[in-house]
Nanobody
Framework: QVHLVESGGGLVQAGGSLRLSCAASLRTAGPYNIAWFRQAPGQEREFIVAISWTGGTTTYADSVKGRFTVSRDNAKNMAYLQMNSLRPEDTAAYYC????????????????WGQGTQVTVSS
């Protein structure tokens, strides 16, 4: 099981950038895949990106492709989401999630979740 804490959210103008962090505290050893999701008020939780344990495989949602970049540092148990060219429609609570086996866009397949960090993009 993995305990996750997101940080780095805030208020930014359209066109700006933010870098989100996801800190993982492992209660059990072992590799795990990481995904980022977001949820705007009144909307379903939306998949953004997933990255494998080695970082060699990444999958992005079309809505963020070319603007967002995921990375991870396993030595520090950290994952990052660099968000550039932010748009008002990117406003949402952003969550990281992990699973030791699954790597994909289905939120129900991820077993550990953080509490989320709010990103607000003003126009």
């Amino acid at each position: 099981q993995v305990h996750l804490v997101e940080s780095g959210g805030g208020l930014v103008q359209a066109g700006g950038s933010l870098r989100l962090s996801c800190a993982a505290s492992l209660r059990t050893a072992g590799p795990y895949n990481i995904a980022w999701f977001r949820q705007a008020p009144g909307q379903e939780r939306e998949f953004i990106v997933a990255i494998s344990w080695t970082g060699g495989t990444t999958t992005y949602a079309d809505s963020v492709k070319g603007r967002f970049t995921v990375s991870r540092d396993n030595a520090k148990n950290m994952a990052y989401l660099q968000m550039n060219s932010l748009r008002p429609e990117d406003t949402a609570a952003y969550y990281c999630a992990t699973d030791p086996f699954y790597l994909g866009s289905d939120q129900h397949r991820y077993h550990s979740w953080g509490q989320g960090t709010q990103v607000t993009v003003s126009s």
